[in-house]
């Protein structure tokens, strides 16, 4: 838990709990949700708060008490500017305290699953697979706000696939206002509908089918039966026709103007974009890194409660739960250990986490400094505090129209998750304002 005081200055708080104040040796009242801050030498009270909790306050020029049965009794007298309590009329015993890293915050959680909805984190709760107290009072999420949009449902639902790769729904999306940083407008997603286990791909290349029917098929021993889609000339081509004629794969096209026919796919695309609006509102990094967070959001679907199956589709696909350790907050600033470089150097560099990797065990960070993307193992996470402290602490992030360079870090370190690494001075850089609505153009 972070708090952040008048002047600006973040603090960290490492338990939270109930203090009691016992008043003229008789009277005691209880004070919640405190919490313990080393690093702060003063405790403080709120008086608005002590307000909200039902106390009657009387203040004075130089005093301030509390009611109680009519009777007023000496809490604290002014002195510089501040009400200082007595403390020799006061008696103060801590109970209740508990820390709080004991389990994650719903707050950085909901960062972490790309913005999926309580009721889908809820559901990863109560199956066991998150330990989360504060999900009932998760505040309202300003990047979802901004990122997602309402429509009215789909009426209606098919009948979900006996087996596995018995249907595969798909469909192109694009182009985008804003090209990845590949030069990429456009994508495709494939999803399974017995699992709703689904794939992204960038471009919209008959090629990526190819690629996605023989991982799959070599994978789960089954054969795509079906594939169903909309009416777009990528899937009315001679040569995806013959060519799943060729394998005995059955077409299925919606009719024309009839896009909830292939509903699976309409919302699998409407909530990737839903995801990368809300990730993207939030972080400084620039608009042509929407592949990566659309590669994030479709991993995190496939490891989150679907509306549509009673598991997780990782579990019906893997026949094993998912491992939720290693999600990070999508940008958030890590640490990054450096491979090369003379032996004075810093040991490590301030980057941003920017995905998963699907070939190798690490995580795709992107250095602003160098203006690469690579893969590495070990890092320092930097989540408490991001996403709400990032825009006013960072440097923004400018971007780069040459493509980044790629390489691989080859340690075999797991990851280091803390927040306890100070963090670094402020460049002198000039910052210019970010393009925050970037994504108001994501329609086709």
Same mark, same amino acid.
């Given at each position: 838990m972070v708090l952040r005081l008048g002047d600006g200055k973040a603090v960290a708080a490492e338990a939270v709990g109930s203090l009691s104040l016992v008043i003229s040796n008789r009277i005691r009242i209880e004070l919640k949700d405190c919490f313990y801050v080393p690093s702060m030498i003063k405790n403080i009270i709120s008086i608005p708060l002590l307000g909200s909790d039902g106390f009657k306050i009387l203040i004075n020029k130089s005093c301030f008490y509390l009611m109680i049965d009519d009777e007023?009794?000496?809490?604290?007298?002014?002195?510089?500017?501040?009400?200082?309590?007595?403390?020799?009329? =006061?008696?103060?015993?801590? *109970?209740?305290?508990? #820390?709080?890293?004991?389990?994650?915050?719903?707050?950085?959680?909901?960062?972490r699953l790309g913005h999926i909805s309580k009721d889908r984190i809820r559901k990863l709760v109560d199956s066991k697979n998150l330990e989360i107290d504060d999900l009932d009072h998760l505040p309202t999420c300003e990047s979802c706000l901004k990122g997602k949009m309402t429509k009215k449902p789909f009426v209606g639902q098919n009948a979900i696939a006996y087996g596995l790769l018995d249907l595969v729904h798909t469909g192109v999306y694009g182009?985008?206002?804003?090209?990845?940083?590949?030069?990429?407008?456009?994508?495709?997603?494939?999803?399974?509908?017995?699992?709703?286990?689904?794939?992204?791909?960038?471009?919209?290349?008959?090629?990526?089918?190819?690629?996605?029917? =023989?991982?799959?098929?070599? *994978?789960?021993?089954? #054969?795509?039966?079906v594939l169903r889609s909309d009416r777009g000339g990528e899937y009315l081509s001679g040569e995806l026709i013959d060519y799943l004629k060729e394998n005995g794969i059955l077409s299925q096209w919606t009719p024309p103007g009839m896009p909830p026919l292939n509903g699976a796919t309409e919302?699998?695309?409407?909530?990737?974009?839903?995801?990368?609006?809300?990730?993207?509102?939030?972080?400084?990094?620039?608009?042509?890194?929407w592949d990566y967070v659309l590669e994030t959001a479709a991993k995190l679907l496939n490891i989150a409660p679907s509306k549509t199956v009673p598991q997780m589709p990782y579990e019906i696909r893997h026949s094993k739960p998912a491992s939720y350790k290693y999600l990070r907050v999508w940008s958030s600033p890590a640490y990054v250990k450096r491979l090369v470089g003379d032996k004075l150097d810093s040991r490590s560099s301030l980057c941003r986490f920017i995905g998963y990797t699907k070939e190798t065990a690490g995580y795709y960070f992107y250095n602003p400094a160098e203006q690469?993307?690579?893969?590495?193992?070990?890092?320092?996470?930097?989540?408490?505090?991001?996403?709400s402290d990032s825009r006013r602490d960072e440097v923004l992030i400018e971007e780069s129209s040459e493509e980044p360079q790629h390489d691989s870090t080859t340690s075999f370190e797991p990851p280091i998750h803390t927040d306890g690494i100070p963090v670094l001075r402020r460049p002198t850089r000039e910052s210019r304002v970010p393009k925050r609505y970037g994504f108001v153009g994501l329609t086709s």
């Open positions: 007023h009794h000496l809490l604290g007298t002014l002195m510089n500017g501040l009400y200082i309590l007595q403390q020799s009329n =006061l008696i103060i015993i801590a *109970q209740h305290k508990y #820390k709080v890293d004991d389990h994650e915050n719903a707050q950085i959680w909901h960062a182009p985008l206002s804003t090209p990845a940083r590949g030069g990429f407008s456009y994508f495709i997603t494939f999803t399974d509908d017995h699992s709703r286990y689904g794939y992204v791909y960038k471009s919209e290349a008959f090629g990526r089918f190819k690629e996605y029917r =023989l991982e799959v098929e070599n *994978q789960t021993g089954r #054969k795509i039966k919302r699998r695309n409407r909530t990737l974009l839903d995801m990368v609006r809300s990730t993207m509102s939030f972080t400084e990094l620039p608009p042509s890194f690469k993307i690579f893969v590495s193992r070990n890092a320092v996470f930097l989540e408490k505090g991001f996403p």
